[in-house]
T-cell receptor
Framework: GQNIDQPTEMTATEGAIVQINCTYQTSGFNGLFWYQQHAGEAPTFLSYNVLDGLEEKGRFSSFLSRSKGYSYLLLKELQMKDSASYLCAVRDSNYQLIWGAGTKLIIKP | IAGITQAPTSQILAAGRRMTLRCTQDMRHNAMYWYRQDLGLGLRLIHYSNTAGTTGKGEVPDGYSVSRANTDDFPLTLASAVPSQTSVYFC?????????????FGAGSRLTVL
């Protein structure tokens, strides 16, 4: 079956750096997405990786290794507003999105 | 404001009742989707539509139906609600092309079936 694994919850300190990992086993691969979801709100798009390597976008970076079935989202200079759930999703060979359960990130002052 | 509008925001429903969740987008996206989100689980696809006039079944379609009469609207109907359909429902849309085709989500509809 298809599977996306990410930690359930992580805690980090304001101003620090945190890395959220995502491993996947899917039928084919056509891109990996990271979304941010604040409590009670809709998911919003953060990043897209289709080739191996690092994509940087301001304080957020996302890395992909297709051979390892692995990605991470790196958040730098953490702010309190970064407290949210981070969802990893992979588009499979049928162009359907397979979603992880999300990682709840708690930022402490 | 461009985006997706869902209604109602929240609803409590008696088991056995019929319910339609509405979804409208103004971005002229070809594809539209309905997901449900439950605690501890990833978003699960209920139904999707790649273009007006066509629909397809997702991962958890049983008990739900959809229609896509035009580009903008994609209502989700629960013919006879059951408590296991208590969830938060998200409508989403995207382009259909060779790029990322990023999903844009509506604000969600929280449904409680008693």
């Amino acid at each position: 079956g298809q599977n996306i694994d990410q930690p359930t919850e992580m805690t980090a300190t304001e101003g620090a750096i945190v890395q959220i990992n995502c491993t996947y086993q899917t039928s084919g691969f056509n891109g990996l997405f990271w979304y941010q979801q604040h409590a009670g709100e809709a998911p919003t798009f953060l990043s897209y990786n289709v080739l191996d390597g690092l994509e940087e976008k301001g304080r957020f970076s996302s890395f992909l290794s297709r051979s390892k079935g692995y990605s991470y989202l790196l958040l730098k200079e953490l702010q309190m507003k970064d407290s949210a759930s981070y969802l990893c999703a992979v588009r499979d060979s049928n162009y359907q999105l397979i979603w992880g359960a999300g990682t709840k990130l708690i930022i402490k002052p | 404001i461009a985006g997706i509008t869902q209604a109602p925001t929240s609803q409590i429903l008696a088991a056995g009742r019929r319910m339609t969740l509405r979804c409208t987008q103004d971005m002229r996206h070809n594809a539209m989707y309905w997901y449900r989100q439950d605690l501890g689980l990833g978003l699960r696809l209920i139904h999707y539509s790649n273009t007006a006039g066509t629909t397809g079944k997702g991962e958890v379609p049983d008990g739900y139906s959809v229609s896509r009469a035009n580009t903008d609207d994609f209502p989700l109907t629960l013919a006879s609600a059951v408590p296991s359909q208590t969830s938060v429902y998200f409508c989403a849309s995207s382009d259909m092309g060779t790029g990322a085709n990023v999903l844009t989500f509506g604000a969600g509809s929280r449904l409680t079936v008693l």
